[in-house]
C-alpha cells in the first residue's frame, strides 16, 4: 500500500482546508493523524473503506469530515472552522487488519509522508 498526501498549507483561524490521500492496493482503514512539535501523534479520524463508516477524535467533532471517492482509492479530510490548535503535520496511514482500533498508531501499518496545516 503507498499513500501520498496532499492539499496542506496556511490558513487563518475560522478558515477551512482540504487534505487528499491517494492510496494504492486495498486497505481495510485509512486513518488521518496529526503530530505537533512536541506532541505525541494523535488520532484525527478514519475511514473504513469497505463501509464507508467513519470516526472522528472529540476535539474535531462537527468541523473536520472523512470521504472518499467513488473509486475508494483517495480519502479527503475536509477541515472547516480551523484554529491555531489544529496546527501540526497531518499524516494518513493504512491498515490492513480486520477489527483494527482506528485511533492507535500502531494499528497501522502503512504511512504518508505527511503534509503541514499551519493555522495563525
Known amino acids: 500500500v503507498q499513500l501520498v498526501e496532499s492539499g496542506g498549507g496556511s490558513v487563518q483561524a475560522g478558515g477551512s482546508l482540504r487534505l487528499s490521500c491517494a492510496t494504492s492496493?486495498?486497505?481495510?482503514?485509512i486513518g488521518w493523524f496529526r503530530q505537533a512539535p512536541w506532541k505525541e501523534r494523535e488520532g484525527v479520524g478514519a475511514?473504513?473503506?469497505?463501509?464507508?463508516?467513519?470516526e472522528y477524535a472529540d476535539s474535531v467533532k462537527g468541523r473536520f469530515t472523512i470521504s472518499r471517492d467513488n473509486a475508494k482509492t483517495t480519502v479527503y479530510l475536509q477541515m472547516n472552522t480551523l484554529k491555531p490548535e489544529d496546527t501540526a503535520m497531518y499524516y494518513c496511514?493504512?491498515?490492513?487488519?480486520?477489527?483494527?482500533?482506528?485511533?492507535?498508531?500502531?494499528?497501522?501499518?502503512?504511512w504518508g509522508q505527511g503534509t503541514q496545516v499551519t493555522v495563525s
Open positions: 492496493g486495498y486497505p481495510y482503514l
Open positions: 475511514i473504513y473503506r469497505a463501509s464507508g463508516r467513519t
Open positions: 496511514a493504512a491498515s490492513t487488519k480486520v477489527g483494527s482500533v482506528w485511533y492507535l498508531p500502531r494499528t497501522y501499518d502503512y
